[in-house]
C-alpha cells in the first residue's frame, strides 16, 4: 500500500501557529485562574450540553434528531497521550511549571494539533478524552478512507507530535509526550443520548470502543480486525501487520513499514 500522500508545508506551518496560540491562550487563563484550580484540584475540561436536536461533529450528520436514529460505517480514531495519569501523581520535572500546570498546557497544545491534523484527511473529532481525542471518519469509499484516516494517525506522530513536544520543551523545559493510536472500523449507530433537555450526538459502535482499547502503542498505530482484513492492497505497497494481543484480550493488528518475520498480511 503506498501511502506518499504527506503534510503539506501550508498544513504545517497552520498546526505550528495553532500550538503556539493554544499554549498562549492556555498561559492566559492560567494566571488568570490557576491558582484557584491548583487549590480546587478539580477537571478542567466540561461537558456541553445538547437539546432534543443537536448540532454534531459527526461526520455526515451535521445534526442529529431524537428519534430519528441512524446506522452507518465509520473509522474510528482514538489518539491518547500515554502515561499521562502520572504527570499528575508525581512532581513537574520542570522548575517551570506545575505538575498541574504541565498537564493543562501538555492538553491544551496537543489536542487541537491532533485535531486540526485528523481535519487535513477527512476526519472530524467529536470528543475531548481527558488526555486524548476521539476522531470519527465516515466510510464512503471505503479504500480511500481506510488510507486516509491511517495518513492522519501517521501524521499525528511522524510530525504534529513531534512540534508539540518541540514547543513545551522550548517554553517550559517538559520531556517528550508520547501517544497512541487505535484505528477501529465497524457500523455505528448515530443517536442522541443523555438526559431529557440535555442530550448528547453520538456514534455508539464497536469501532469506537476497539480504537479506544486499541490506543495504547508508544507512538505506533494499532487496528482492528475488520480494519486489517479490509485493508487495500497494493502492488508495492510499502505497510505490514503484526498481530497484537492488548491486555484487555482485544486482538488487533500494528502497522508496520517495513517487512517482519511471522504473520503478516
Not at 2 to 11: D, I, V
Not at 144 to 164: K, P
Amino acid at each position: 500500500m503506498r501511502l506518499n500522500k504527506m503534510l503539506t508545508s501550508s498544513q504545517i506551518n497552520q498546526i505550528k501557529a495553532l500550538i503556539r496560540a493554544s499554549l498562549n491562550r492556555a498561559e492566559d487563563v492560567w494566571k488568570k485562574n490557576g491558582l484557584l484550580l491548583e487549590k480546587a484540584d478539580t477537571s478542567i475540561f466540561a461537558s456541553d450540553h445538547a437539546m432534543e436536536r443537536a448540532d454534531s461533529q459527526i461526520p455526515g450528520y451535521e445534526e442529529v434528531k431524537l428519534g430519528e436514529e441512524k446506522v452507518d460505517t465509520f473509522i474510528a480514531m482514538v489518539a491518547d497521550i500515554r502515561g499521562s495519569s502520572n504527570h499528575l501523581r508525581h512532581d513537574s520535572p520542570s522548575p517551570k511549571v506545575t505538575s498541574l500546570q504541565r498537564v493543562y498546557y501538555e492538553t491544551s497544545a496537543l489536542l487541537p494539533a491532533l485535531e486540526l491534523t485528523v481535519s487535513f484527511y477527512g476526519g472530524s473529532t467529536t470528543e475531548y478524552l481527558g488526555d486524548g481525542i476521539l476522531s470519527m471518519f465516515q466510510v464512503k469509499d471505503k479504500d480511500e478512507v481506510i488510507r486516509e484516516a491511517y495518513r492522519a494517525g501517521r501524521d499525528c506522530i511522524n510530525h504534529t507530535l513531534s512540534l508539540v513536544n518541540s514547543e513545551l520543551a522550548s517554553r517550559y523545559e517538559l520531556p517528550k509526550l508520547n501517544i497512541g493510536i487505535g484505528l477501529g472500523m465497524s457500523e455505528a449507530l448515530v443517536s442522541l443520548v443523555g438526559l431529557p433537555r440535555k442530550f448528547h450526538p453520538k456514534a455508539i459502535g464497536r469501532c469506537v470502543y476497539n480504537a479506544s482499547k486499541l490506543s495504547t502503542g508508544m507512538n505506533e498505530i494499532y487496528v482492528d480486525e475488520r480494519m486489517w482484513k479490509e485493508w487495500p492492497s497494493e502492488k508495492g505497497g510499502t505497510l505490514k501487520f503484526a498481530e497484537v494481543t492488548i491486555d484487555n484480550g482485544l486482538s488487533g493488528y500494528r502497522v508496520i513499514t517495513k517487512p517482519l518475520q511471522g504473520k503478516q498480511k
